[in-house]
Each structure stands twice: as structure tokens, then as C-alpha cells.
């Protein structure tokens, strides 16, 4: 267990941060998802199950389907915390199973169930403001999936789709800059929500542009994942989490081995 003061403290070596350090994240977080498969594929498997269900249940009403899809999107990354714990786990030489993985989620630690729903809130938000813009702008009624498609990404008008996708990234950069390395930080440290997410925006604010490619490439490996079925998120999810966890090594300039003791529950 470790505090925020220490962090700064427990690396002799730091690794510097730029534009080639997206890759590397992306190849440990794959060389950790090849040496140890089983939780990751289970977590992604669980993930790629509960979008089909929401697809199975709201896929004819437009609305409910973006929302649910908004909400299970943003709120992922704490459903995935317990892939932290196996490369943390790696890094200290150990292989971590299923039953140290559900160890993580058994010890009730508020901190990630409140930081859970105030991503699901964000969710929310977008939610409602997208359908606030698209509702005012359109000329058409925007019911379905497919009239979202028709009358908005393959509208010849220029305007809405553009308008429509700069403000989801506007919306969507403080989420993931609150959230990028505060998450991991929940699951290694004991320290608050606010100061986790204090620790994630001051770490972006350092390293802004290689963090908005590290953004640009987690959109494009999501948005393969779901442009499959939502097949790919089976080994997409893992190896982003198992990423998200060197990222949050190198940018708190922390051992990628941290400490393998769970953090307690606030």
C-alpha cells in the first residue's frame, strides 16, 4: 500500500514520456494479455456478453441503445480494474488468477464504486446532450439506429455529424483525462477519489500530446472492437487494460511491479 506522497519517491529510473510511449503501452499490455490470458479473456468475454444484451434489449429505440452503449463505455475501465491487478502482478514476477482477480472486487472498495457512477453520470450527460443538439438540428425525427445513420452520419448537409463529433470529444476529454491515470491509482494506492483524479489531470496537463494520441488510439481500438460484433472487445478490453496499467507506471514514474497488496476500502 502506498500513499500519494510517495509516489514521486519509488522509481530510480523513470521512463520519459512521449509520442513513442502509446506503443509501448499497447506491446506490455499485450505481452502481459499473452503470458497470462484467462483473466482477460473472462473480462472481456463478461463485457462483449453485456453489449449484446443491451443490443438484444433497446436496438430498435435509438435513445436507450446510445445511452446504455454511452454508460457501458465510459463506465468499462472500472470493470476492468481487477487486469490492473494481474500486471501489477506480473511485474512482480507472480501470475495472478481468477480468484486474486475477484479478491479486488470482494473487498468493497467504495472509492471505485463511487468513481463508477460519477462516470455513469458523465455518460448520462452526454446522453442528453446529444439528443438535445440532434433533436434541435435535425429535420427528421431520430427514432432508430438507422435513422441516426441516415439522417445524420450519411446526411449530405455538412454540419450536425461534424458539430455532433467535436462536442462528444469535447465532453469526452475531461472524463478521460479525469480518468486515465486516477483509475489505476484507485486500485494500487489508498489514496482519495479527488486526489486520484487531481494526480490525472496534472499528469495530462504534463504530457498533453502524448496523451491525446494515447486517447485517439484506446477510440480507434474501441470502435474496432464494436465495428466486429463486439468480438474484438474480447481481446481488445484486456489488452487496453493491461495497457492503461504501464501507462499509469510510467506516468506516475511508479515500478511496473507497484505493490501486489490490495488497496482498502475507503
Known sequence: MTSASALSSQTPGPIPVGLHSPWRWLALGWADFRRNPLPGLVHGALLAAFGWLLLWAVHDRFWLLAGAF???????????????????????????????????????????????????????????????????????????????????????????????????????????ASSVVAIPMLVDTSVPVSMAVAESWRTVADHPVPMVLWAVMIAILIGLGMVTALLGLVVLVPVIAHASWHAYCDLTRRPASGHVTQSAPA
Do not use: N
Not at 95 to 109: I, N, Q, Y
Not at 138 to 150: G, K, M, N, T, W
Open 70 to 176: 454511452s454508460g457501458f463505455l465510459i463506465v468499462a475501465p472500472i470493470l476492468a480494474t481487477g487486469l490492473y491487478h494481474v500486471s501489477r502482478a506480473a511485474g512482480a514476477g507472480r501470475r495472478a488468477g481468477l480468484g486474486e482477480v475477484a479478491g479486488l472486487w470482494r473487498s468493497g472498495d467504495g472509492r471505485l464504486v463511487r468513481f463508477g457512477l460519477l462516470l455513469g453520470l458523465a455518460g448520462t450527460g452526454w446522453v442528453l446532450t446529444s439528443a438535445g443538439l440532434i433533436t434541435l438540428w435535425s429535420a427528421e425525427p431520430i427514432r432508430q439506429p438507422v435513422d441516426f445513420l441516415r439522417h445524420v452520419v450519411l446526411a449530405r448537409e455538412l454540419g450536425l455529424f461534424e458539430v455532433w463529433l467535436l462536442l462528444g470529444a469535447l465532453l469526452a476529454a475531461p472524463v478521460f
